[in-house]
């Protein structure tokens, strides 16, 4: 089954009951038994509910893997990964990558004992300067948030085989549609749902996908016990979003090109961070794992500070500023002082996130009026 296909019926089965098309949204916590133990797979909603069930199936056809499972946010899913280790254990990071990860790894799991080391993974040798027999993961986000840098999943997972390491992949930003990180030899995937998944910037969720059997067990474990799931309602909205995931992919990427150009030649720009450029520095990384450049772009206007991006920010019309991505319409966002303000400024400029940085989230709006748009707020 190709990939446009799995979209709309990976993992899906009609309706047993009434032959229901679409997933019934089973709004119960729990299930009549006829006799303790004796049901019909589902018991409590926390452990299994048949709408959230459809959805994980659907992840994990679209990801090509084995297990999907869904959280009640992209943080969530994480720190189910998280408790997978325990004190003194190591992990290695991509060093430009979502603020709230950051936050999560620094503020919540470092007081746990486990230490974190941010990398510059544009070339992945660095990262064998940190693998000790300590180290039990290695994080990658691509294309990077907010920065667009590219990491070779392929030779990453080469690093993490050779030294028997877990390798987790943020795919948010590209979505199943453009790369599928599995494929390349990635142990998990994690997407904040809420993202290109949704779509429509009306749910919150996270998910998780792999192969291992043993790894998906544990995984599964911490999420009934733990209890970070999603509700039948969220599950809903997000298996509708997948099915027009890639033909909104489709438009995201070429309002994507449409604007980066637009940038890239405007007088007044100074840098355009999108990974379709070929002068970007693994362009030809991008090239061979992605299968298109995505929606997301980050700029900096020249001469500008702090004050001159805000002036940016709040004078665009139909963009909105607003946290968040992927949805179909276009946001802008100030990463300095939105999505990666639980960065300090010393760690957020290592990795490029200066004051000045706007990102820019492209929706399936028409291209020129977004250019028109960004034309009367640069001015």
Wanted: contains cysteine.
């Amino acid at each position: 089954m190709k990939f446009n296909t799995k979209t709309i019926h990976g993992g899906q089965e009609h309706d047993k009951a009434y032959g229901a098309v679409m997933t019934p949204i089973y709004q119960t916590t729990t299930y009549a038994q006829t006799t303790p133990g004796g049901h019909k797979g589902y018991e409590y909603s926390r452990t299994h509910n048949p709408t959230r069930n459809a959805l994980e199936n659907g992840l994990a056809s679209i990801e090509n893997g084995k297990y999907g499972l869904a959280f009640g946010s992209g943080l969530a899913a994480i720190d189910a990964i998280m408790k997978l280790f325990k004190p003194g254990d190591e992990i290695i990071s991509t060093s430009d990558l979502y603020g709230g990860s950051y936050r999560l790894f620094t503020k919540v799991y470092e007081d746990f004992g486990i230490k974190f080391h941010f990398v510059g993974m544009e070339n992945v040798a660095n990262i064998e300067n940190y693998i000790n027999s300590n180290t039990k993961l290695i994080w990658v986000e691509t294309p990077t948030n907010p920065m667009m840098n590219i990491v070779d999943i392929e030779a990453v997972a080469t690093i993490a085989k050779t030294h028997s390491v877990l390798l987790a992949v943020d795919n948010t930003f590209a979505t199943p549609y453009l790369q599928r990180p599995l494929d390349l030899g990635a142990d998990i995937i994690m997407h904040s749902a809420t993202k290109y998944l949704g779509g429509h910037s009306d749910v919150v969720m996270g998910a998780l996908i792999v192969n291992n059997d043993d790894l998906a067990k544990k995984l599964y474990f911490i999420q009934n016990a733990s209890g970070a799931i999603c509700g039948p309602m969220d599950s809903f909205l997000v298996l509708r979003g997948i099915k027009t995931l890639h033909i909104r992919m489709q438009r995201h990427c070429e309002n994507g090109r449409a604007i980066a150009e637009y940038l890239a030649n405007h007088p007044k720009i100074e840098k355009v961070y999108w990974p379709g450029f070929e002068n970007h520095p693994n362009h030809e990384i991008a090239k061979k794992q992605m299968g298109d450049f995505g929606g997301m772009i980050s700029f900096i206007p020249k001469g500008s500070n702090y004050d001159d991006a805000i002036k940016i920010v709040e004078k665009l019309q139909l963009f909105t500023l607003a946290e968040s991505l992927g949805g179909v319409e276009s946001l802008a966002g100030h990463p300095a002082s939105m999505t990666h303000a639980s960065i300090p400024k010393t760690e957020r400029e290592k990795s490029g996130v200066v004051d000045s940085l706007i990102r820019l989230s492209i929706g399936i709006e028409d291209a020129e009026d977004l250019i028109d748009d960004l034309a009367q707020a640069i001015g």
